[in-house]
Structure formats: structure tokens, C-alpha cells
């Protein structure tokens, strides 16, 4: 079946909310993929011109070819259908129908997703904050999460690579395209053993100005909270604070300088909330994290069983009770049991009040 969310993906005129929107209504990506203009038109608030538009566009696609290009070019992927698709990105208001990425994403840890975000001409005061910011937190096993553009972003990425920490880098375009060329290397480092670079756009996609903004929103999407070290009033940083915020996550600033116009963005978040951040312990104080050796998550989080996994992708982000957690997992009441005592046993998750679990 993965074929045809990668069909879909591949057509530069839909977007992943209309995926989304088709898929729910069928509950089959093939017969989502292959419906009649007739069946489209029952799906309400889709418009008959957007069904019109997909239909015509789906006769230009090969789709054995258009999924044989993914695999030829070494480019791993989630569908929303998987169970790896990382279950916070999962749940903000448009995730991407697929999730393309290079690099092992084994070795990143999506329950420890921190996201630095800022302005593409930082200044070195900015670059010089963050960079003591990420060393502090090495050793823990907190996962830096960027947009692998130039400014506070490269500096984000470069410094968690610095630091041992892992990395996932957001690019507003498919792998066949490096923007900016001057982070090829950065690229290469991400994929070969420093995390994971990832896009929702089909390999051939460019990066046209309109994906950067579109980005953002995974970004924030797959982090717990967003470290906003530059911003002006009208920039692609401010846009990921708002995001952030629209997605119920924790938003954190770096103060700069008055006189410097990049941080006028920045003072507006802090006066509307935010929270201010000087050093790593303020981050891990917003976000309630206590952090882990890395070597200690290696022992609590390897070899997980089919259906240990479930249960942790379900307790992602908040505790659940014993009957939420049957719901989700689908599976049955002894075998849940087991289950949750025997990853309790391994410390990976506690009873909480009543028949409620959380992750540790």
C-alpha cells in the first residue's frame, strides 16, 4: 500500500491535507488514490475543483515508477499509516501525509525533541548563546530539532553534532536539492550517524519560497518545545513561535540585544509569555525533562517487543488509562497487562493515579 502514499506525495499540485482528508473518508489509501470523481464529491468541504484537478494530475503518474525512484535514490519514509511515523508530529493539524528522511533514525530520541529556531542572518552574539546553550545539555539524550538553513539554524545542528547530541534537520524540499548549498557537508554529517534529515516533499520537489514557511510547522510539530534565539517582526522564526504555540507546545526565547532589530520579534514572544531562557537548566525547567545518560535510554528503550512499542507510542505524550490504552493498541487485556507490569519492570514506564500510565 505504500506505493500509493508515495503516488500521492509525488503530485505537486495536492497537499498533505488533502491526502489526509481523501484517506480518512475511504479508509484505504488504494481506493482513496483511485476514487471516481463521483466519490470525491461526497466527501464534504473537498471542492469539486481541487477532486477535478487530482484526478487529471493522477493520469501523469506511474506509480511503480514513482515509488522505485524513492527506493533507487536510498530515502527511507513514514506514511501516516506506520506505526514509527513519530506519534507528536502525528498529532498537530496537518501532519505530512509521508515523511521522507535520510539517516538512521533508531539513534534519535523523539521523546526528547527540542526544536532552535531563529534568524538566517544571526548575529554572532546569537550564534555564541545558542552554542553554550547546546553544551550544556551534552551528554543527555535530548534530540536538537532545526531547519538546516543558514543562521541560528546551522549553528543549532553544528553544535549538537559538536556536543555528541543527535540531530534532525527539516528541509523545505526533496533530497534531490541541498539549500542552502553551503551545508552540503552538514547534510552528509546529519545522515552519516549525527540523526536524521527529513522532508515531506517527493525527491524531485524544489525548494520554492512558499515550502520554507510550510516547513516550520514540522519543525515545532515534532518537538515538545521551540528555543527561538533571533527573531524579527516579520520573519520565518516568529512564524515557527506561533506555530508552536497553535500546537500547544512550549515556547522559549533567548534575549538579545535591544538595539539589535532581530530581537524585536523575540521581546514582543517574552512580554506575550514566553519563556525566557539563559541556560540549558531553564529549557529543562519549562519542559518538566529530567534527562537520561544516553547509555541508560539504550538500555531502557532496545529490543522492544511489537507490542511494548504500541503502548510507548501511545503514552508519547501524555498519561493514559488502562481502557484508553486497549483502545489504542488493540491489545487484549491480559496480554496488556503483561505488558505494562514488565515494562514497568524495565523502567520504562510507572503507574500513575488509579489505572493510569505514563512514560518515564
Known amino acids: 500500500m505504500d506505493k500509493y502514499w508515495i503516488a500521492l506525495s509525488s503530485i505537486e499540485q495536492i497537499d498533505s491535507s488533502f491526502i489526509q482528508r481523501i484517506y480518512n473518508y475511504f479508509g484505504d489509501i488504494e481506493t482513496a488514490y483511485n476514487a471516481s470523481l463521483t466519490d470525491l464529491s461526497q466527501i464534504e468541504g473537498l471542492k469539486v475543483k481541487q477532486a477535478e484537478n487530482f484526478i487529471e494530475k493522477r493520469k501523469t503518474v506511474d506509480i511503480d515508477k514513482t515509488f522505485d525512484e524513492v ?7 513514514w506514511t501516516l499509516e506506520d506505526v514509527k511515523y513519530p506519534q507528536l508530529l502525528k498529532e498537530i493539524s496537518n ?7 535520510k539517516g538512521n533514525s533508531s539513534i534519535c530520541n523523539f521523546e526528547k525533541n527540542l526544536a532552535i529556531v531563529g534568524s538566517r542572518k544571526a548575529s554572532f552574539n546569537a550564534r555564541e548563546a545558542v552554542e553554550k546553550i547546546v553544551s550544556e545539555l551534552e551528554g543527555t ?3 536538537i530539532v532545526s531547519g538546516l538553513a543558514s543562521g541560528i539554524d546551522t549553528s543549532a545542528h553544528t553544535s549538537a553534532l559538536k556536543h555528541h547530541l543527535k540531530t534532525i534537520g527539516v528541509i523545505a524540499s526533496g533530497f534531490d536539492f541541498t539549500y542552502p548549498a553551503s551545508n552540503k557537508h552538514l547534510y552528509e554529517e546529519i545522515e552519516n550517524g549525527g540523526g536524521i534529515v527529513v522532508s515531506e516533499y517527493y ?3 524544489e525548494p520554492l519560497k512558499f515550502r520554507f514557511p510550510q516547513r516550520n510547522r514540522i519543525v515545532s510539530g515534532l518537538s515538545y518545545g521551540t528555543l527561538v534565539a533571533e527573531a524579527s517582526l516579520k520573519s520565518g522564526a516568529l512564524i515557527t513561535a506561533n506555530l508552536t504555540l497553535e500546537q500547544g507546545r512550549e515556547l522559549m526565547c533567548i534575549p538579545g540585544l535591544i538595539s539589535n532589530p532581530n530581537t524585536e520579534g523575540i521581546y514582543k514572544l517574552l512580554k506575550n509569555g514566553a519563556t525566557l531562557v539563559t541556560c540549558a537548566d531553564d529549557i529543562l525547567e519549562a519542559l518538566n525533562w529530567e534527562v537520561k545518560p544516553v547509555e541508560q535510554l539504550k538500555i531502557n528503550l532496545n529490543n522492544l517487543s511489537e ?3 504500541k ?3 501511545a503514552l508519547e505524550v501524555e498519561e493514559k ?5 486497549s483502545s489504542i493498541t488493540k491489545i487484549s487485556t491480559n496480554e496488556l497487562l503483561i505488558n505494562l507490569t514488565t515494562m514497568e519492570l524495565k523502567g520504562i514506564i510507572k503507574q500513575v493515579t488509579g489505572d493510569r500510565y505514563k512514560r518515564v
Not at 527506493?71 to 519514509?77: A, E, F, P, S
Not at 488509562?321 to 490504552?325: H, P, S, V
Request: hydrophobic letters at 35%; a negative charge.
Open 311 to 313: 503502548i510507548l507510542n
Open 71 to 77: 527506493l533507487k535514490r536510498g530515502i527511507n519514509y
Open 141 to 143: 539524550d535530548i534530540c
Open 307 to 309: 507490542d511494548e512499542q
Open 203 to 205: 525527491p524531485t520537489f
Open 321 to 325: 488509562g488502562f481502557d484508553e490504552l
Open 95 to 101: 501532519p505530512p501525509a509521508v515523511l521522507y528522511y
